[in-house]
């Protein structure tokens, strides 16, 4: 996949200059609508490419804090999750990568998964709690290998700077609109020069320059979205023959399809990340996709039941889709990627199982002890408990919390 790496790192090339030009541009006609003259827009882009600048540095050295960050992702021991760190590292072993991802887990009942980092050596992987509680073994794996695909194709650049570089331009666009709204100072600048000589000019100028403010966001977020929902697609593809299951992975998705559950910790800038659209329960984001549709995805992967390769998937794309070749062809080999048993594991249905499963497994993210009594009851004792003694409320046994 070298020629895939080779698009992705082009592709991180040409988001982060037009995102540069989008803010230069923004910032010259903000400058010349506050200024009251075009000469002012030439302060307005040294100021918006200072910050292109810094914000492209931040995304390089910590933009997928920030973004783990805003997702409200908890980093996690192998104790909390052994079976989600046992799959991880299947994935990692089977890819090739270097280094072990980190993992991190995020509180919402919403099932969803998303990659982030620079590289393979510098990589997260964040899951929900709903994804954790509702999965069986085989459909997290096809997850974990979706997300460690992105990882292998150098997505996560590509994400980690869109992520932050698109916050930027949004951040500088609400902050001039609502100056907008709420500066009684602007409105008295209106009337008192909208009379006089260049009060005309300013007039177009503020105008050009709210219009600006509303587009800019909109056309990054399109531009981002048309760049990366390849992306999908190859992943799936990569998970398959990671897996060598690709019902896995089609079962997880349709699971997460069903729950058409909002995520309270996602936005517009991280939606994208996710391995299905995490706002598509808000109608807002219904005017542009953020993903391909996960009905074809779905029907792409259940089609593969003679093999899990790459060309195998490319077979089905086309007949899917009707779209022409996707996966590059220096990738299309001949070799043979054989289709698994599936596991024997089963999950819980029940939906108030699910839903303790989910609290147990907060519980164990925030620091919570599990302490098993001799009569069968687990006492659940946070980490800030007060004494080195917990009494049993079921037989008043007393038990050491240490």
Same mark, same amino acid.
């Given at each position: 996949m070298w020629q895939q790496i080779h698009i992705n790192k082009r592709n991180s090339i040409l988001l982060l200059l037009s995102m540069g030009l989008v803010l230069?541009?923004?910032?010259?006609?903000?400058?010349?609508?506050?200024?009251?003259?075009?000469?002012?827009?030439?302060?307005?882009?040294?100021?918006?490419?200072?910050?292109?600048?810094?914000?492209?540095?931040?995304?390089?050295?910590?933009?997928?804090?920030?973004?783990?960050?805003?997702?409200?992702?908890?980093?996690?021991?192998p104790e909390v999750h052994p079976q989600l760190f046992n799959i991880v590292e299947e994935m990692k072993i089977a890819a090739g990568l270097p280094k072990m991802p980190k993992i991190y887990i995020i509180n919402d009942p919403a099932p969803n998964a998303f990659a982030t980092g620079r590289n393979p050596q510098n990589a997260s992987v964040a899951v929900t709690a709903g994804l954790l509680t509702r999965l069986n073994r085989d459909e997290l794996q096809g997850v974990i290998a979706h997300e460690v695909s992105h990882i292998v194709h150098r997505d996560i650049l590509f994400v980690t700077l869109a992520g932050v570089l698109l916050g930027s331009v949004v951040l500088i666009s609400q902050v001039f609109l609502r100056g907008m709204v709420y500066s009684s100072m602007s409105a008295r600048r209106y009337s008192s020069r909208g009379s006089s000589r260049g009060g005309g000019g300013q007039a177009l100028l503020m105008l050009l320059?709210?219009?600006?403010?509303?587009?800019?966001?909109?056309?990054?977020?399109?531009l981002y979205f048309a760049l990366s929902r390849r992306r999908e697609y190859l992943a799936d593809a990569g998970a398959a023959r990671l897996t060598r299951y690709p019902e896995g992975l089609a079962s997880a998705l349709e699971k997460i399809a069903q729950q058409d559950i909002p995520m309270e910790s996602a936005n517009q800038v991280t939606a994208p990340m996710y391995?299905?659209?995490?706002?598509?329960?808000?109608?807002?984001?219904?005017?542009?996709?953020?993903?391909?549709?996960?009905?074809?995805?779905?029907?792409?992967?259940?089609?593969? +039941?003679?093999?899990? +390769?790459?060309?195998?998937?490319?077979?089905?794309?086309?007949?899917?889709?009707?779209?022409?070749?996707?996966?590059?062809? +220096?990738?299309?080999?001949?070799?043979?990627?054989?289709?698994?048993?599936?596991?024997?594991?089963?999950?819980?249905?029940?939906?108030?199982?699910?839903?303790?499963?989910?609290?147990?497994?907060?519980?164990?993210?925030?620091?919570?002890?599990?302490?098993? &009594?001799? &009569?069968?009851?687990?006492?659940?004792?946070?980490?800030?408990?007060?004494?080195?003694?917990?009494? &049993?409320?079921?037989?008043?046994?007393?038990? +050491?919390?240490?």
């Open positions: 230069a541009a923004l910032g010259y006609i903000i400058a010349a609508a506050i200024g009251g003259s075009p000469e002012a827009g030439w302060l307005g882009i040294l100021i918006a490419s200072a910050i292109w600048l810094i914000m492209t540095l931040v995304s390089f050295t910590s933009g997928d804090q920030i973004l783990l960050a805003s997702s409200r992702a908890a980093p996690v021991t320059a709210v219009l600006l403010a509303i587009l800019a966001p909109l056309f990054t977020q399109l391995i299905a659209n995490p706002l598509r329960g808000k109608k807002y984001l219904n005017l542009y996709s953020t993903h391909p549709p996960i009905e074809q995805r779905i029907r792409i992967l259940r089609n593969m +039941s003679q093999g899990a +390769s790459l060309a195998d998937y490319e077979q089905f794309y086309r007949s899917v889709t009707h779209k022409a070749g996707m996966i590059p062809q +220096s990738a299309l080999s001949k070799e043979t990627v054989s289709i698994r048993p599936p596991s024997t594991e089963k999950t819980d249905p029940s939906s108030l199982n699910q839903i303790r499963a989910m609290g147990d497994l907060m519980r164990k993210v925030n620091g919570f002890k599990f302490l098993t &009594c001799p &009569c069968g009851v687990i006492l659940k004792i946070p980490p800030n408990f007060p004494t080195g003694k917990a009494q &049993c409320p079921h037989c008043g046994h007393v038990l +050491s919390v240490s």
